[in-house]
């Protein structure tokens, strides 16, 4: 028979444990379930002889086993029969299962030890970590949130240190003495270290450092409300809390996290939490990393009080901060932080070759595997040209535009729609001129000669239009001087210059600039050729008054002389014609120069080097027929470059170019693509645009192509700063091309470049002789 006594108000009962009857007690998870008394005896070969006491909440509701007479695991041996049965008083009950609380964590602490002195950094073992945590913080749960940072800021609770673990790394920094908190990182191998250069405009700063271990990767994360898994352990909870991990998902194109997740939170000096502007620069230790991209996550979340993976994911889009290496400290990358949040560090991904080349693209060169920031430059389709380069960006070759912003879109090359410029010349003295300047005529000839004069429709001399900048001499009594003469087909006319002292330079008030005589050659009527006239120029000869009107030697000409060409757009397209600059990358093409007081290039000169000359005057002994009087005669080779050949790495070859000087206006108009050096072939009338020289041949020892070769010459593109404060210390940075090493091309650069700087208004120095050291 089943021994059960019942109390009288039916809810509760004492029942002999060893019978084989079925009762119900609460499992460990809280369930209600049924069981055999003495189950657990029976499987251990004894007899449990003992009372339980049951309890229930209704009188329809099942018994739940409460309490038991004897130690669970014991089986006393009896029966009911026994003096067991029924005993007037029991010493000790026991429970009959062990009470189960779900969120109760075990751990330990070491209050033996001291804490982390301030003003030192500490390495501690875990449970040591989180006593100091603790201590500062405040008392909280594992998986609780962090407290309120401005509590931590108060001045009782605020105690500068850094302690760290291999799981994490706490650093609290006061701005007074932040020097004793510089470095920040996990006592693990390979934890980055995050070295403090500047504390900003914080008065106080918390930095947490947690690893980004591979799930915080993935973006997943642990519920808010269960205990952290093991191998988590130490690692980010809701965005301000601890022990778990926040879903920093990597930026598409870039490799997993380099480097640990810093946290940064700022305040002032009332202990209120600051949002922007902060100013902290942090050196980051990434000693493999050929360059690193920062991304910023924002810090919200306050508690994790509701759906935390819900609150988590949505800490906002990544934000990329600048990142630059350290000056003078190798493998270190120096980051701004101006927000508190999250911040972690990555690399890009190097980019694969294209599955699909764009219509106007040939071909990549070398573009299997191109390491991010890397450029290549397509080969453009037959009929296009290049306008931009591709460059690996976020694991993918992009067009890279002006601005320096990617396209996925533009095409890299465009339509060829090359069109020559006009060429336009300028001839000016270098000399001074005691009796003006009296020129008979301006000739253009096709070959370097000067023998193949370029003649308009008719036999007539080619159009020279005038467009000087200074007057001619008046005309009086029937004469005209003006610069219609330059090239009217007479040598009985002259072109007279509005000066009688002629200087070079401007010198005072009555002595003005030099003598400036700007002109393009276009023929009038129909073309004999279907050309521009101006590209066929090679040479051009100025003939010019060498005697008086009683036939005596007279020096109505300079010493020395210069013929500038450049360019002319049509009207209304910008700049109209070239500054008169040769270092300006919208100056002069080039310049040719002639000194009467030295000798000609005609015996010194090597074969490669083009000629120009002066010509002996030749004077008529008895009289002067035709007006015509004694001339100087000086002619300037017009052709750019020299005869060599220039090797070098080459951007593209432009067909259909006129001549040599607009092939190096092609290459100085495209600067910047990187062309430094250029060459010509005059037969087949190909520009190939080049990089810097890798080397040259003067001699043609393997081609018999009659190569025309150069470079862009010197050209300045941005000087800085334009103006200075008096008193003031500055950098003058000088940019551009070629800059100047030594006198022969394709030489190593000079061990020191000098710039020096002169007073504005005296120009005597630089017209006169060398600058002054």
């Known amino acids: 028979p089943m021994h059960c006594y019942v109390?009288?108000?039916?809810?509760?009962?004492?029942?002999?444990?060893?019978?084989?009857?079925?009762?119900?007690?609460?499992?460990?998870?809280?369930?209600?379930?049924?069981?055999?008394?003495?189950?657990?005896?029976?499987?251990?070969?004894?007899?449990?002889?003992?009372?339980?006491?049951?309890?229930?909440?209704?009188?329809?509701?099942?018994?739940?086993s409460e309490l038991i007479t004897f130690q669970s695991g014991t089986c006393p041996s009896g029966d009911a029969t026994s003096d067991v049965l029924l005993a007037d008083s029991y010493d000790e009950v026991f429970r009959f299962t062990p009470e189960w609380v779900p969120d109760c964590l075990l751990s330990f602490s070491c209050n033996q030890y001291s804490s982390c002195p301030e003003l030192t950094t500490c390495v501690l073992a875990r449970t040591r970590f989180q006593t100091d945590l603790v201590a500062i913080r405040g008392p909280f749960a594992r998986a609780a949130v962090i407290p309120s940072g401005a509590d931590i800021c108060q001045e009782e609770n605020f105690h500068p240190k850094v302690i760290t673990s291999v799981e994490r790394a706490e650093a609290f920094i006061a701005k007074a003495k932040w020097q004793w908190g510089r470095d920040i990182f996990r006592n693990a191998p390979g934890a980055t270290r995050f070295h403090l250069r500047a504390p900003g405009a914080a008065d106080r700063l918390i930095v947490s450092v947690s690893g980004s271990h591979p799930h915080a990767v993935k973006g997943e994360l642990v519920p808010c409300g269960s205990p952290p898994h093991a191998e988590f352990e130490g690692s980010w909870p809701?965005?301000?809390?601890?022990?778990?991990?926040?879903?920093?998902?990597?930026?598409?194109?870039?490799?997993?996290?380099?480097?640990?997740?810093?946290?940064?939170?700022?305040?002032?000096?009332?202990?209120?939490?600051?949002?922007?502007?902060?100013?902290?620069?942090?050196?980051?230790?990434?000693?493999?990393?050929?360059?690193?991209?920062?991304?910023?996550?924002?810090?919200?979340?306050?508690?994790?009080?509701?759906?935390?993976?819900?609150?988590?994911?949505?800490?906002?889009?990544?934000?990329?901060?600048?990142?630059?290496?350290?000056?003078?400290?190798?493998?270190?990358?120096?980051?701004?932080?101006?927000?508190?949040?999250?911040?972690a560090c990555t690399t890009e991904l190097s980019c694969p070759a294209p599955a699909e080349l764009h219509e106007t693209v040939a071909s990549i060169p070398d573009s299997e595997s191109v390491e991010a920031g890397e450029t290549r430059r397509p080969v453009c389709a037959e009929g296009f040209t290049r306008r931009y380069?591709?460059?690996?960006?976020?694991?993918?070759?992009?067009?890279?535009?002006?601005?320096?912003?990617?396209?996925?879109?533009?095409?890299?090359?465009?339509?060829?729609?090359?069109?020559?410029?006009?060429?336009?010349?300028?001839?000016?003295?270098?000399?001074?001129?005691?009796?003006?300047?009296?020129?008979?005529?301006?000739?253009?000839?096709?070959?370097?000669?000067?023998?193949?004069?370029?003649?308009?429709?008719?036999?007539?001399?080619?159009?020279?239009?005038?467009?000087?900048?200074?007057?001619?001499?008046?005309?009086a009594a029937g004469f005209n001087f003006g610069s219609a003469n330059l090239n009217d087909g007479s040598m009985g006319t002259e072109y007279w210059s509005?000066?009688?002292?002629?200087?070079?330079?401007?010198?005072?008030?009555?002595?003005?600039?030099?003598?400036?005589?700007?002109?393009?050659?276009?023929?009038?009527?129909?073309s004999p050729v279907s050309v521009d006239p101006a590209s066929q120029v090679r040479c051009v000869k100025v003939t010019a008054r060498a005697t008086d009107q009683d036939n005596r030697d007279k020096q109505y000409f300079p010493c020395c002389a210069k013929l500038y060409r450049g360019w002319k757009k049509p009207a209304g397209e910008g700049h109209d014609h070239a500054a008169s600059s040769m270092v300006d990358p919208m100056g002069w093409t080039e310049v040719w120069t002639l000194d009467y007081t030295k000798d000609t290039y005609t015996d010194t000169a090597p074969s490669y080097v083009f000629k120009s000359d002066w010509e002996e005057a030749s004077c008529k002994t008895a009289t002067v027929e035709n007006g015509e009087s004694c001339s100087s005669i000086a002619k300037f080779v017009t052709i750019c470059g020299q005869r060599m050949h220039i090797f070098a790495e080459l951007i593209r070859i432009q067909p259909v170019v006129p001549s040599s000087c607009h092939c190096k206006q092609l290459c100085i108009d495209t600067i910047g693509e990187g062309c430094r050096s250029w060459k010509y072939n005059p037969d087949a009338q190909d520009c190939y645009l080049q990089r810097d020289i890798l080397s040259l041949d003067q001699q043609y020892c393997t081609d018999t192509i009659p190569w025309i070769a150069g470079t862009t010459g010197t050209r300045i593109s941005a000087l800085t700063p334009q103006v200075v404060a008096n008193g003031a210390t500055f950098d003058l940075v000088l940019a551009g091309a070629n800059l100047p090493t030594a006198p022969h091309l394709h030489t190593t650069s000079a061990a020191r470049q000098r710039i020096k700087l002169v007073d504005s208004d005296d120009r005597t120095p630089c017209a006169d002789a060398s600058i002054p050291e």
């Not at 009762?23 to 049924?34: K, L």
């Open 389 to 475: 380069d591709y460059v690996c960006v976020e694991g993918q070759l992009r067009v890279q535009l002006e601005d320096g912003t990617f396209s996925d879109t533009e095409p890299p090359c465009v339509e060829d729609v090359y069109q020559p410029e006009i060429s336009y010349f300028r001839l000016t003295h270098c000399a001074r001129m005691d009796y003006g300047w009296r020129i008979k005529e301006i000739q253009v000839y096709s070959d370097e000669q000067c023998l193949e004069e370029i003649l308009d429709a008719g036999a007539s001399p080619v159009l020279v239009k005038e467009d000087t900048t200074t007057q001619s001499y008046p005309d």
């Open 498 to 526: 509005n000066c009688l002292n002629c200087n070079p330079y401007h010198a005072d008030e009555t002595h003005g600039a030099a003598v400036a005589i700007d002109f393009t050659v276009e023929f009038t009527g129909d």
């Open 238 to 343: 809701c965005p301000a809390g601890v022990g778990e991990s926040l879903p920093f998902p990597v930026p598409e194109g870039h490799a997993d996290w380099y480097t640990d997740v810093l946290r940064l939170q700022a305040f002032n000096s009332t202990c209120g939490e600051m949002g922007e502007n902060l100013g902290v620069e942090v050196d980051i230790f990434a000693p493999t990393a050929p360059h690193l991209k920062c991304f910023f996550f924002e810090l919200e979340c306050a508690s994790c009080e509701e759906a935390c993976d819900t609150c988590a994911n949505e800490v906002g889009a990544k934000t990329g901060i600048p990142v630059a290496a350290t000056v003078g400290s190798p493998g270190y990358f120096t980051a701004r932080l101006e927000r508190p949040g999250h911040y």
């Open 7 to 64: 109390h009288e108000d039916s809810l509760s009962r004492l029942v002999w444990a060893n019978q084989a009857v079925f009762a119900t007690y609460s499992n460990a998870d809280g369930e209600v379930v049924q069981s055999t008394w003495g189950s657990y005896c029976e499987r251990n070969e004894t007899l449990g002889a003992g009372w339980v006491l049951q309890r229930r909440e209704a009188t329809d509701a099942a018994y739940v």
